[in-house]
Nanobody, 119 residues
C-alpha cells in the first residue's frame, strides 16, 4: 500500500492548514486511518484517527476542538483540517492505516509532511 500525504507548509499562529492523505488501497485488517505527528526531540503522538466504516473519531488531547479529521471513502482519502494553529503544532505529520482508532500506532505509514507554525 502507498500512502501519500500532502498539504503541509508554513503558517502563522492562529492560521489554518488542511492536510490530505490518499491511500492506494485499504489494506486487509486495517479499519481506520490516522494522523500522527513528531516534533524534534519528542515522541510521535496520535493527532486524530477515523474509522472507514462509520466515521468514529478519536483525537489527541492537545488538538481537540481545533482539528477535524474526515474521510472520503470513494477516494480512499483522509483529511485533517487544522485551525487555530499554535507554534507547538509544528511537527512532521504522518498518515497511517490502523487496525483501530484505539491502536497505539499505525501498521502502514506514508511519508511525512512538515507543518511549521510561526509565532
Amino acid at each position: 500500500v502507498q500512502l501519500q500525504a500532502y498539504g503541509g507548509g508554513l503558517v502563522q499562529a492562529g492560521g489554518s492548514l488542511r492536510l490530505s492523505c490518499a491511500a492506494s488501497e485499504r489494506t486487509s485488517g486495517t479499519y481506520a486511518m490516522g494522523w500522527f505527528r513528531q516534533a524534534p526531540g519528542k515522541e510521535r503522538e496520535l493527532v486524530a484517527a477515523i474509522t472507514w466504516s462509520d466515521s468514529r473519531t478519536r483525537y489527541g488531547n492537545s488538538v481537540k476542538g481545533r482539528f477535524t479529521i474526515s474521510r472520503n471513502n470513494a477516494e480512499n482519502t483522509v483529511y485533517l483540517q487544522m485551525n487555530s494553529l499554535k507554534p507547538e503544532d509544528t511537527a512532521v505529520y504522518y498518515c497511517g492505516q490502523m487496525t483501530s482508532i484505539y491502536a497505539r500506532d499505525a501498521d502502514y505509514w506514508g511519508q511525512g509532511t512538515l507543518v511549521t507554525v510561526s509565532s
